[in-house]
């Protein structure tokens, strides 16, 4: 196991090296000029854009600046945001912590009701819940999340006034600590499920036809002869086999998630790196676009390693045959 997690750390160095190279190439054929950007709609004469263009490096060729950019990167320093004039892993730390209280709510909520909703659609001989399971996952899957959000904006927000629409806290609480965890909770409430929404049918869907196939095996038919109840076999036989699909989906659409929560924050105004990343992209702040970005593939490439890990503890045969090379 660890030669395996050894080969795949190494493995997602020229993917994140591809990513830089990608995102900083993009972005330099993008429409627009980020010092006019900088200095707005103000008038500005050549000789003041000029030395703004020669203070950020601008002035130099493509690939000197994409190589000074890569030495910054193999040291960790993700560089300067234009617009704010402040390290762009500052405004990634002040961000970050946002959005993973965002993701990994709506990921623990999709996995708990997928599995849930899954398992018992499997086990049901019912053909009308199989049918609502499959449209739900569907529709889920069809459904576009800014769209979405804005509808349950209009509904729980506007027309019931229920939930807030906007940030992370209200502006008029005072609450500090532990007491300002209700005020969390109600403005994480509609994006987490916006953003959980796609993945609960993705992951509903797979456990029902993984209980289905999991129902039919022998050792199965083995326990229902020895005696076993129907909910003792479900329970020890058929839930922990049918979820060894839904951990994959869970672990590798972990990406899917963080690139839906750049829509899912720019609608509900959640202070993330999402919202970071619209903002940077809408102001030609390409450092900060590229770091937000490498962030992300980082964060999606450690979560996919993760998932190996955990697939290997919960299935011992992938333990085997990592251990040997691949050769179980």
């Given at each position: 196991m660890l030669r395996f997690t050894a080969r795949r750390l190494l493995h997602a160095i020229p993917l994140l090296f591809g990513v830089v190279t990608l995102m900083f190439f993009l972005l330099q054929l993008a429409p627009g000029d980020p010092i006019q950007a900088l200095i707005g709609d103000y008038p500005a004469t050549p000789e003041y854009i000029a030395q703004v263009t020669e203070?950020?490096?601008?002035?130099?060729?493509?690939?000197?600046?994409?190589?000074?950019?890569?030495?910054?990167?193999?040291?960790?320093?993700?560089?300067e945001s234009l617009a704010g004039r402040v390290p762009v892993?500052?405004?990634?730390?002040?961000?970050?912590?946002?959005?993973?209280?965002?993701?990994?709510?709506a990921m623990t909520f999709a996995a708990i009701v997928g599995v849930a909703v899954g398992v018992w659609a499997g086990v049901s001989r019912s053909r009308w819940l199989d049918h609502l399971v499959t449209g739900v996952a569907v529709g889920s899957l069809s459904i576009p999340m800014f769209w979405l959000g804005q509808m349950l904006v209009l509904i729980?927000?506007?027309?019931?006034?229920?939930?807030?629409?906007?940030?992370?806290?209200?502006t008029r609480s005072t609450a500090e600590g532990l007491d300002r965890l209700p005020d969390l909770l109600s403005h994480l409430l509609l994006p987490a499920l916006v953003l959980a929404m796609r993945e609960i049918g993705v992951v509903a869907r797979i456990v029902r036809t993984s209980v289905h196939d999991t129902l039919t095996l022998p050792y199965v038919e083995t326990a229902r002869a020895k005696g076993f109840s129907r909910a003792t076999i479900i329970r020890r036989h058929v839930v922990?086999?049918?979820?060894?699909?839904?951990?994959?989906?869970?672990?590798?659409?972990?990406?899917f998630v963080l690139a839906?929560?750049?829509?899912?924050?720019?609608?509900?105004?959640?202070?993330?790196?999402?919202?970071?990343?619209?903002?940077?992209?809408r102001n030609?702040?390409?450092?900060?676009?590229?770091?937000?970005?490498?962030?992300i593939a980082v964060a999606v490439v450690l979560v996919n390693l993760l998932t190996?890990?955990?697939?290997?503890?919960?299935?011992?045969?992938?333990?085997?045959?990592?251990?040997?090379g691949g050769r179980a």
């Open positions: 203070a950020y490096g601008l002035d130099q060729p493509l690939l000197v600046r994409y190589w000074e950019y890569l030495q910054q990167i193999f040291t960790l320093n993700l560089g892993a500052d405004l990634i730390a002040d961000r970050l912590g946002n959005t993973l209280i965002l993701t990994v709510t729980f927000a506007i027309k019931w006034s229920v939930l807030p629409s906007q940030g992370m806290y209200s922990r086999n049918s979820l060894l699909p839904a951990v994959t989906v869970i672990g590798y659409n972990f990406g839906g929560s750049v829509l899912v924050e720019t609608v509900f105004g959640w202070p993330g790196m999402g919202q970071l990343l619209y903002e940077s992209i030609r702040d390409n450092a900060v676009t590229i770091g937000v970005v490498l962030l190996d890990l955990v697939y290997g503890l919960v299935d011992p045969r992938i333990r085997v045959g990592a251990g040997t």
